[in-house]
């Protein structure tokens, strides 16, 4: 079992009432919480701006949300949980607000014995890190007699610039040690047990290379359009929400050398230099997209453009292919091909590598073509777990191939995965930062976008909801001969 | 689909009252007619010694072998089947007799415009091999105007010198061309499936060797008893029953080098240079049991002498474990450990190969033992399939591995399997020898255990009935660190 987190703490939430909050850490704090693996010493204070709020007013709108995620209320534990909710307002970033903040933190540590550890929790809209950030930090708020740790959320910055100026002001007052980038990705089990998975086993890692694998492809399909999201995905496009971040740290992850030692550091380097060895994306390696009206799961949808909240003549990406190449000695040559959409044919999270073909003239009495590539399906979400598609001999024909697969899947063998929050969360509790993004890294993953970032540059094409997006995606791999893996 | 033999021929069974022949032969001629898979004129022609036996006779009593295969009479397939069926006495090695034999070929021949196409199936007990080789060489019946093929049941010799003098006797009459040396164990789905999984996936190729597989088992064990085979198994034992042939096939199977080509001498050329890159065994090598009473499946059984038809003081083996090595490049410094049994608590036949630990340097954090050897087990009967064990994280710790498994069952894709007989017979009809036992090839594993078949010369250690062997088994791969699989 995990051990539990031997100190006290104070978790001090930003955007107490938003939807994050509500929906995501509540219910894994709860959860963190129920399975004892927390101090017996904790609070949580929610922070927001509605002064006409109180702790009893926080407690009753967390008891809905633990509800809506399937945590009835009324049991021991859940009155417990509510009672260590806190609520304070901060309705400025003036220097009085941080001021008064920093009161109520004290009375919690002295009421709870908390120890002065506190973790500060940016579940905020973007453009509120920054004041946040410094007003924290002019409020002393940045030190404490225990630990001080500051989460914060993505999108971290919206290119090269925003995100150095984000991690210069981080550091201004932050220590790299003390802060905790989130990619929820990264909280994932299947991505985090990529590195198990490869480096545990020794089958995998003497193929995992140019040697034996032909290309790789990822991709983070959704079937949801924009929902209500509008006034930010607008503004960021499929490229800034989730290719910089959540494919690239699928990418980083499969193709990086194996780490010194299970570390953040050694791990984090690792990824670094997959990053930097990355070569310039050019143009032709890059299909944008946004989807037109259509039909998902059996149901019309509106196209982009209708949504709520878009610009009517947007030309923001809701689909975005690339791809891309790692010129370093496991890599060079070997294409990885990323997509991600909005409104595709199903919810999708898969790494599929494929392998080189085996030497077929041995085979050539039954047709050299009879032999295809054995491919490993890493499945992220829904349905998490591998698949090891591999040729056997179709019984009673002489030697005629057929794919089969070997599969493994998470619920076949667990009962319950945590939910990537979770796990992130007891990792800020234990101060483990493997599994979350440091600032190079971050910019590094900007400089490599930057050039694709200006919408003027690109071609949109359109693509119906509910297909897999546009033909020009198809073209991207189709000039090296491959084809989309779950097309 | 296989195409159907596309020439007409005469299926001569020797000892076609035999328990091969009921149980075995006529349910597969059966189930290949039925299934289209053999040319539309045929004839079986059953030989034995009664001469009180006809046609209708044979019939008769091949209704109820098929009956007992679980193929109800009375269907106009089983008809015509039935009707395709004769039955010659030979009572004797005479000239007479194989003259009148050549007198009723010829005239099934015109009957059913055969073209003279001829199968002669021995399946008789050892003994009578050579006189009846012997007997249709003398009578020309090697010779015809379509094919002869000659198909010799297991054990074909019973050590070195008498694997020999038997194939100097058919080459006296038969080019090896005509000879089909029958081991069931090549007829299994995933014995033949060795070598496409083997060679048609790029994924296993590169990991096969010593520099990535610690040591490879390969197990048969049996639940049964000697049964009512005494007679026969009492002068045999388990090394010539088992180990010499069935053992032996899968071993080759599963360190041979690609061939060159997809072809019967092209595979068996290179089963051979296993064979003859084996080192000699040491008496140290192997280990020799035999069974005492106990308990199967929760049944109280006799022991070995107990059973009817074994000698009083036998020291017939009944279960045989060995350490093998292969002096080559690939294999160098691999031990290969072979055991077979009767009695033992399961019937179960797999290979079993594990590789070798990763670095595990990297994983010191969480205790260098936490990491166990990858290993594919390859299960050959029953339930056929493959298994991949392989580490993956547990949810919820660190980095805590945990052993699962992907799994691939013939079953689950497969409405059916052939029985073994089914593959071997449609290939003697096809004339395509992959899957027999060349001359060489028997040979040289004779000579690989001649050092062993002295049975003064053993140790014979004692093993309750429905145990894994004697605890000297143990002993034998442990001095390497390592433990029989499935125990």
């Known amino acids: 079992m995990t051990p539990t987190t031997d100190q006290p703490f104070l978790f001090v939430a930003f955007g107490a009432t938003g939807d994050l909050m509500q929906r995501k850490l509540l219910p894994a704090l709860f959860r963190l919480a129920e399975r004892g693996l927390v101090h017996r010493s904790y609070r949580i204070l929610g922070i927001g701006r509605a002064k006409d709020f109180d702790d009893a007013a926080f407690r009753k709108s967390s008891a809905e949300a633990l509800k809506g995620a399937g945590i009835p209320a009324g049991s021991p534990r859940v009155r417990e949980f509510l009672a260590a909710l806190h609520y304070q307002a901060v309705p400025d970033f003036s220097a009085a607000s941080y001021a008064k903040l920093g009161e109520r933190m004290d009375a919690l540590d002295r009421e709870a014995g908390l120890e002065s550890n506190r973790i500060f929790y940016l579940a905020l809209p973007p453009q509120a890190f920054e004041p946040t950030i410094s007003a924290l930090g002019e409020a002393?708020?940045?030190?404490?007699?225990?630990?001080?740790?500051?989460?914060?959320?993505?999108?971290?910055?919206?290119?090269?610039?925003?995100?150095?100026?984000?991690?210069?002001?981080?550091?201004?007052?932050?220590?790299?040690?003390?802060?905790?980038?989130?990619?929820?990705?990264?909280?994932?089990?299947?991505?985090?047990?990529?590195?198990?998975?490869?480096?545990?086993?020794?089958?995998?890692?003497?193929?995992?290379?140019?040697?034996?694998?032909?290309?790789?492809?990822?991709?983070?399909?959704?079937?949801?359009?924009?929902?209500?999201?509008?006034?930010?995905?607008?503004?960021?496009?499929?490229?800034?929400?989730?290719?910089?971040?959540?494919?690239?740290?699928?990418?980083?992850?499969?193709?990086?050398?194996?780490?010194?030692?299970?570390?953040?550091?050694?791990?984090?380097?690792?990824?670094?230099?997959?990053?930097?060895?990355?070569?310039?994306?050019?143009?032709?390696?890059?299909?944008?997209?946004?989807?037109?009206?259509?039909?998902?799961?059996?149901?019309?949808?509106?196209?982009?453009?209708?949504?709520?909240?878009?610009?009517?003549?947007?030309?923001?990406?809701?689909?975005?292919?690339?791809?891309?190449?790692?010129?370093?000695?496991?890599?060079?040559?070997?294409?990885?091909?990323?997509?991600?959409?909005?409104?595709?044919?199903?919810?999708?999270?898969?790494?599929?590598?494929?392998?080189?073909?085996?030497?077929?003239a041995m085979f050539q009495p039954f047709g050299s073509c009879a032999v295809s590539p054995n491919q490993l399906v890493i499945t992220v979400q829904p349905d998490e777990g591998f698949d090891l598609h591999f040729e056997v001999k179709a019984p009673d024909e002489p030697l005629r191939m057929r794919t089969e697969r070997m599969h493994f899947r998470y619920h076949d063998s667990f009962d319950t995965l945590p939910e990537a929050y979770e796990t992130l969360l007891l990792d800020v509790l234990q101060g483990d930062p493997t599994l979350f993004v440091r600032a190079d890294e971050v910019e590094a993953s900007w400089e490599l976008f930057s050039p694709l970032l200006e919408p003027s540059k690109r071609a949109i094409h359109s693509y119906s909801a509910g297909s897999w997006g546009p033909p020009a995606a198809d073209a991207l791999p189709a000039r090296e001969g491959v084809r989309w893996a779950n097309k």
């Open 140 to 360: 002393g708020h940045n030190r404490a007699r225990g630990f001080v740790r500051l989460v914060i959320e993505k999108p971290f910055g919206r290119d090269l610039v925003s995100a150095r100026e984000l991690n210069e002001l981080c550091h201004r007052w932050f220590s790299e040690q003390q802060i905790y980038r989130i990619d929820h990705y990264l909280g994932k089990e299947t991505v985090q047990n990529l590195l198990v998975f490869r480096f545990a086993n020794s089958l995998f890692e003497p193929v995992w290379s140019r040697d034996r694998i032909e290309q790789v492809q990822i991709t983070v399909a959704e079937e949801l359009g924009v929902e209500t999201r509008a006034q930010y995905y607008d503004h960021a496009g499929a490229l800034r929400d989730m290719v910089q971040n959540h494919l690239i740290q699928l990418l980083t992850l499969t193709a990086m050398e194996p780490p010194a030692k299970f570390d953040a550091e050694a791990i984090r380097n690792e990824k670094v230099k997959v990053l930097r060895s990355m070569e310039p994306l050019r143009e032709e390696d890059v299909v944008f997209g946004q989807y037109a009206a259509g039909v998902v799961d059996a149901t019309d949808v509106r196209g982009y453009l209708e949504e709520e909240g878009v610009a009517p003549k947007s030309r923001t990406e809701t689909y975005c292919a690339l791809r891309m190449s790692i010129a370093n000695w496991r890599w060079q040559g070997v294409p990885f091909y990323l997509r991600s959409g909005k409104r595709m044919p199903r919810r999708s999270s898969q790494i599929t590598i494929s392998f080189r073909c085996p030497p077929v």
